[in-house]
């Protein structure tokens, strides 16, 4: 009942940017730790980036610097700015959120994930 749904993934050039957005639809009592992750061909799925609902942020250092993370709680939307992109940063980009659907349950829960390419 609770889908989480990125969009904004794109082939983009390096040195450019792209700004991700993640929409929490369905019966949302709260929404608590929001985060991106990404994985690219043959490789793990990673942290970029999290937000507490205090603000409070996390990067991987390999971000840090390029991309901001942030939210809008009166959307239920997590965003991830991201500039001077490189080819590197080529990879799937999942949302990853703590929401809770009654006063005292909830779990993390993913969205299937948006393509980012950045080629020449």
């Known amino acids: 009942q609770v889908q989480l749904v990125e969009s904004g993934g794109d082939l983009v050039q390096p040195g450019g940017s792209l700004r991700l957005s993640c929409a929490a639809s369905?019966?949302?009592?709260?929404?608590?730790?929001m985060g991106w992750y990404r994985q690219a061909p043959g490789k793990e799925r990673d942290l970029v980036a999290t937000?507490?609902?205090?603000?409070?942020?996390n990067y991987a250092d390999s971000v840090k610097g390029r991309f901001t993370i942030s939210r809008d709680n009166a959307k239920n939307t997590l965003y991830l700015q991201m500039n001077s992109l490189k080819p590197e940063d080529t990879a799937v980009y999942y949302c990853?959120?703590?929401?809770?659907?009654?006063?005292?349950?909830?779990?993390?829960?993913w969205g299937k994930g948006t393509l980012v390419t950045v080629s020449s």
């Open positions: 369905g019966i949302i009592f709260s929404i608590g730790i």
């Open positions: 990853n959120a703590w929401i809770g659907t009654s006063a005292d349950g909830g779990r993390f829960y």
């Open positions: 937000i507490t609902t205090a603000s409070t942020y």
